[in-house]
């Protein structure tokens, strides 16, 4: 029998992270607390390296290796840039708000790294075990994560919260699995898209049984209704650098599992998920914009505007196009990057032993910082949709291939709950611009870097709306190679 | 020659531009913020007088047209032009613009530099909403100008301006997003975005009729007609001065260019089955919406009732064509219901900008908009008063004024439909009288009505500059409306000969 050596360039990056990882936690051990910035630095030198090796090995051809549990193809290598980038700002925003509760440690950023060597594996999974083990790492360290600062009993309910209903998910994934497996035979997704294929008409009714599985635990680690519950109380009880972590790349990885189980692996079955995911659609934008109206806590109402704006990433899906997946991923992109900002500006805004995490607490912000208050602004208007920002295009994608699809109207149904949606986000625009402050102390002094650093965030969706085409043909480029 | 050059970007970005480089200079310096806006707004203004006097009468071609690949994967593209419908608008748009800069002149006293720069950012979004010759092109100005107005009334608004302003962006936002829905559709048709293409894209009746109903959602909320018209009286009274001007003069205007550029050409076929609620609700515009102005006692109010009862008038001309053509059998009289609607479209700009202002002037001094707190302005104020006669009668449709000429083109054709019709279209010139000039008596004559009045002063010279040029065009075009429907006509022509032909795909 021949042993044969896999390939192992395509895998670099997630090699180059897992080493690093590695070393920075044996590193940090021996650091003081004084000195944890190098643990930042490093974690932060890791993702630019590892941002580096994607861009570099990136190509048009799809390479399959490791015995065809890995794959790297041009939807691979966008996806992971998108986390990289995502994941830069995200480190960035947490350490003052770390710093501030005296949580400023290794772990933290040890176990994000772990996480987006999770997001990673997922995206790059071409095995259903291989794309299981990339979530449980990911899962894994989100739990950690939100358990992470012990002093905070909402933390931790949040986390036991999170845990049981993740591990349940997790269970009724493999449960799924286990079922396609039988009828199947194999776990490689090629194989099983190509033996579902060949199926004959009888073998539906197990498959279908499994398929119900894998999709209701894909929407519980999504967050879409109703398998939401867990998305506001872990997203509000969570320390907001980690509900910043939570909510904004593992998302990208999250359609990274839809199209590698659902798209590529179980794609001959679209007839069936398709009717799922329009009902998922439906639900999720229903609730996640009606309920966020009556949210007081800015957190618990992006949370449900992040289960809204996952009712539109199923539009993409579902149209079960090209043009479709291309849309979705513009989206689930689009949507990281604003949740990024939008979280980022509520650690802007907090300091020590104020979280700034309520609506009012953003009462006035353009008397005390008009530029903050205009990114917010942009953010806000982004999410709800608004040109000229690049939000607007994101729902335009969605909506166009939904209607493509023949679902028109699914697209009327989602443009009038996005009106809706456009009501909160508006609140918050009036709480900023046209209410007087209520907290007369000014945002903290976060330094230039995260001054930077947002605006750049707040910027971007402003220009990537009023030059879409570069991120849109770049989406294109990744599903159709 | 100037049509080589991108002039329409350049009206478009210049005060976009500019704009922000108002807020970025003026933030904290007022002075340095007037300044600056008013020198963009005339350098946009002598741009688009520019334009005016290069554009070629007699053709019904898209002029100064830019093309630029915008979004590869949607086949949009940055596509540019004006016919004889935009070129006016636009001119509306910025000699407006350069009035509500000048006016802010000393009646705004808090965040100049921001009010001064989002009336400009506005006006590059109206030039360029007016300008676009692809749907998500006209579809991103068209929202993207909620921002600016949304801020506007919502920080320099009067005690309600929250309610009001959210009342303005959702309705506005409510109509528009079934357009968009529409536009997606055509799109999936015809391959692209382009509006021009959408006009030759043959359609079958319901695909139509659903078109036109998205289209009529958009632009009957924005233009506004009865029933969906409630949050215009909201909106004009919080608004500041500057605010209620440009949403009278031009935001309502967006929704009648709406309707020649969308509605009409790419679902005629719909729009002949469908005029009939259309003229009904003009016709409910014009007679229950004059009445309801009367009853009014804030004066912003009873303005706003008016202009809805006016842009009734503008719906009327422009869909009575499709019924003259049913009567007759001829589209003859058609071209002069548009045309009036267009002539209507634009003296109503000048009348309505001028009437806010005049109650802008009143609201400096007293802040009062109550008609019951004013009385005998003539005895204090003459030369005000002078000036707001003249508004007044050129709103109510005196002969000689702007507001004449469009009524009577859209009663004209109105008797060409159906006697009836222009009978009841007629009442307006009763209503507008009737609450017009019951609003002068009761505002300007009589004996000086308390104190406060008694202590009014003139307009000053910032004041009078507004007043004159207004009350200029008025009259303007009120005697000579030549040039204007100069500009017009062909593409009005045009326009009949394009909606007289059916796009339903031949069987």
Redesign the interface.
Known sequence: MNFEIPAFLPAVPEMFVLGMACLILVLDAFLPDSRRDITYGLVQATLLGAAGLTFWLAGPETQITFHGTFVADPMSDVLKLATYVVTFFVFLYSRPYLMERDIYKGEFYVLGLFGVLGMMIMISAHNFLTLYLGLELLALVSYALVAFWRDSPRASEAAMKYFVLGALASGLLLYGLSMIYGMTGSLDIATVAAALTAAEEGMNVPLVFGLVFVVVAVAFKLGAVPFHMWVPDVYDGAPTAVTLFIATAPKIAGFALLMRLLVEGLGPLHGDWQGMLVVLAVLSLTVGNVIAIAQTSLKRMLAYSTIAHVGFLFMGILAGTDTGY?SAMFYIIVYALTAAGGFGMIILLSGRGFEADQLEDFKGL?RRN?WFAFLM?LLL?SMAG???TVG??AK??V??AA??AGY?WL??YA??F??IG??YY??V??LM??DEPVVERAPADRGGVFATAISINGLAVLALGIF??LL??LT?YAISG | MFTDWPILSLLIWLPILGGFLTLAAG?DAPAVALRLGLAVALATFVVSLLLWFTFERGTAEMQFQEFT??????NVHYHLGVDGISMPLILLTTLTTVLVVIAAWGSVKEQVGYYVAAFLVMQGLMIGMFSALDA?LF???F??M??PM??VI??WGGPR??YA??KF??YT??GS??M??AL??M??QSGSFAILDFHHLPLPMTAQILIFLAFFAAFAVKIPMFPVHTWLPDAHVEAPTGGSVILAAIMLKIGGYGFLRFSLPITPDAAAVLDVLVITLSLIAVVYIGLVALVQSDMKKLIAYSSIAHMGFVTLGFFIAFMIFRNTGDWSGASMGIAGGMVQMISHGFISAAMFFAVGVLYDRLHSRNIADYGGVVNTMPWFAAFFVLFAMANTGLPGTSGFVGEFMVILAAFRADFWLAFLAATTLILAAAYTLWLVKRVIFGEIGNDNVAKLKDLDRREFLIMGVLAFFVLLLGVWPAPLLDVMNATIDHLVAHIAQSKLPAL
């Open positions: 291309a353009a008009p602004l208007f608004v040109p000229p607007f295009f335009l994608a909506i166009q209607i493509g028109v697209g009327v443009v009038i996005s009106i456009a009501f508006l609140r625009v009036k611009f046209f879409p085409g849109l043909t294109h | 933030r690949p915008w979004i590869a994967a949607f998500v579809y991103v100005f929202e993207a909620l921002i949304f801020l919502g920080i301006r929250v302003t959210i962006f959702l936002f409510l997003v079934f968009l829905i997606i559709y799109y999936l």
